[in-house]
């Protein structure tokens, strides 16, 4: 009965450590894409905010992707500070890019206000080189979770090509 009760612990400790993994990044802590993705469906959010680190290829090419990771953890760390005491939900969707969701209207501009002060506080601790770009976008604006993220995410490249010009 022991060795049962022992190996029912483990299966029990062994599962909930897969359903962390399925739905967590394992660098940042952070909600994955498919977290992402169910919290869109799950709650009515506002916002959409798509962002990603500019020159991540720089750190990575010159320094070892290590010093990227460093990177992405830190930019990670900085938002979540700074915008999840406001109501967001933050997720890394994918290598340099995050999803935030907030449910009530919100300031564009504390949005605005909360990313430049990540990447500042990015900059002091040594990633000189580091930005970040990003695309708003409402819920009103659109019809399908798609749609939603499109319009983020063209908004994000936007930001990003009119930075290269």
């Known amino acids: 009965m022991t060795v049962v009760l022992i190996m029912f612990i483990q299966l029990r400790k062994k599962s909930h450590e897969l359903h962390y993994m399925a739905k967590h990044d394992q660098l940042t802590g952070l909600g ?30 010159l320094y070892g992707h290590q010093k990227g990771d460093l990177l992405i953890q ?6 979540t500070h700074l915008l999840k005491p ?32 990540a990447i ?13 770009s990003y695309g708003i976008a409402t819920r009103d604006e659109v019809k399908t979770d798609f749609d939603w993220i499109s319009l983020a995410d063209q908004r994000m490249y936007q930001m990003k090509q009119s930075r290269k010009a």
């Open 74 to 79: 830190g930019y990670a760390k900085h938002v």
């Open 120 to 132: 500042l506080q990015l900059q002091k601790n040594g990633f000189t080189e580091a930005d970040a």
């Open 32 to 61: 994955n894409r498919h977290a992402f993705l169910q919290a869109l469906k799950a709650s009515p959010f506002h916002l959409l905010i798509v962002t990603d680190i500019d020159r991540l290829k720089y750190y990575n090419d």
């Open 86 to 117: 406001e109501g967001a939900q933050i997720f890394r969707i994918g290598g340099d890019e995050f999803a935030i969701l907030i449910k009530a209207p919100f300031s564009v501009r504390k949005i605005e206000d909360g990313i430049s002060r």
